[in-house]
Every structure is written in structure tokens, then in C-alpha cells.
């Protein structure tokens, strides 16, 4: 019996001998090791989110605020109270005011990517002087499986004009760029003259940080104005009207009309404006309507003075 076991091991070793260390013999699994470096390996899962930096380049108009984002980065972060890590992404921007008053940029906003949509922030809102600008970041809190790819920074509510940026890949931005507008001319009256300087559409209204809702734009007229009353002579908003192409008349939203000073020659102020909101494509022929009181009614009585432009 020994010597019948003994010649069955002799028999195995000669034939694993025979199959060489390449070869597989009926009913072995291949040895795995050996296998070069450079051998092809694919796999089904997303690049890890934590330390990602997206380059973005981009820009947009929100609220009174003109925004040149630069980038995006994802980090993570765990909570010192319990060990949960949390997941957060940063844009970073350079925030231009360029309203004439100090705010935040603190509009309704999100992180939007497929089917989610990430509101929470964390950190206050960029807060920047009048015309002027600042590097700032908004961050967000998102869910670790956030698909990048599709990742869009959304600005605005969802009744007003809103901003899209995308952050993850090449897509068709919404930007809401302002619109100049050619307006030039002078409304002339014995005491007071306008001479137009440009206009301007936008999707929102700078001196009030008021974004506007959507299907709607602010048409500015900037002018300046030379007064030959004596004394600073301030005109109210309400003095000024705009005639709409159907016959309809708006009120001023915004204005910079004064104090105006002014002498018998006439002295000119540089730089007004006045604000109303209008369809977001107006076309047509407008005419602004300065009604004349106080020191502005001169001897001939006239008590309304028009300037007509076209869009």
C-alpha cells in the first residue's frame, strides 16, 4: 500500500513537470500573479469628490452685482461633535458693487446637478462697497454623490431672471449681460436742459440690488442736466414719466435726478439717471415727460416739456 502512494506522488510531480509554471491544467484557476503593470484595468466609479478643483472662467449679473467666477473646489469636513464627514463645494469669485450703496451678495441661489438642487449655505455672503470689488466665496453644502458633470451654479428665484454658470463641464450659460441702448439728444426748456447720454437694459437694477422678475428689464436713460435757476433746485421722480409705446404711463423704479445747481448761465450737472421697468425686448417709440413746477416754470408758463426716442 505504501509503495502504491508513493508512486502516485511520483506520477503527479512528473506531470505538473510535463505542464510547465505557464500552463493550466484541467480544473486549476489561472494564478493572477504575474500580471504586467501595464495591463489595461477599467472601472465603473466617479473620481473621488474630496480636493476636486473645477476651472470655471466665467461671469454673470445679478442683484446689482457684476460676478467674474473663477473656480470651483470640493472638500470635505467632519463634524467635531460627532463623526460624521460632510461634503461642501466653494466658488470662488471677484464681486464687483455696482450699485451706489454698500451690500452682500446674498440673492436666492443654488448648486444644481441632474435631479438635486443644493440651497444650504455656509458663511456669510461677500459684502462689498459701493462701485467697487472684492475676491469672495459662496459655499454649499452637497451630498457626496454630487454629479459634478452636471453641476450648475443657479442665482435667482425661480419668478426672476435667473443666472446659470456651469461648473462641471462645457453647457450653455445664462449670464444676463446688460444691454447698451444708443439714445442721445436734448429735451430743452428756458431753465433746464437734459442732453441724453446712453442708455442701457438690464435684468436687474444696480442703485436698488433689486433683481427684476422674469420677462422684464430695467431701461435706464442717463443724462446730463444744466439748470439756469438760481440755487440748488432738486426735481422729484414722480416729475418724470415714461410714455409706453401702447399709450401707457410708468413711473420712475430708480432715480439720481439732484440737488441741480444752477445761475443765470446755466450749470451742468453730470450723471443722472432715472430707471423703469419694461418689457424684457421693448420695442417702439417712447417718450420721457418732464412736468415743470416751481422755479422751473418759466415767464411763458409752459408746464411739460418731452424727449421721444426710439427702441
Known sequence: MRRAVTMAMIAMSLFATACGPGDTAAGDVADPVGLSAADPTTTTSRPPLDGRVLQVADEFWHSGFHVEVNKAEIFKSRSIYASRISYWIRVWGN???????????????????????????????????PASSALGYLTFLISEDLDVE??????????????RIPLGSPGTAIRLEPADVAVSGQLATELIDFDFTGASLRHDIPHLHRQ???????????????????GDVQIAPDDIALILPDGSIIEPVAAELGP??????????????????????????FTLRLALDGFFVAEDGTTEATFVFSL
Open 150 to 163: 452636471s453641476a450648475e451654479l443657479v442665482i435667482g428665484g425661480v419668478t426672476e431672471s435667473q443666472v
Open 212 to 230: 427684476l422678475e422674469s420677462g422684464k428689464r430695467a431701461l435706464t436713460l442717463n443724462f446730463d442736466v444744466t439748470s439756469r435757476v438760481r
Open 95 to 129: 464681486f464687483e458693487n455696482q450699485g451706489g450703496v454698500a451690500a452682500a451678495f446674498d440673492p436666492e441661489m443654488a448648486i444644481v446637478a441632474s435631479d438635486d438642487s443644493f440651497t444650504h449655505r455656509r458663511g456669510r455672503p461677500p459684502a462689498v462697497l
Open 260 to 285: 441741480l445747481p444752477g445761475d443765470d448761465d446755466g450749470i451742468t450737472t453730470l450723471d443722472r439717471f432715472v430707471s423703469f421697468v419694461v418689457d424684457e425686448k421693448p420695442t417702439g417709440r
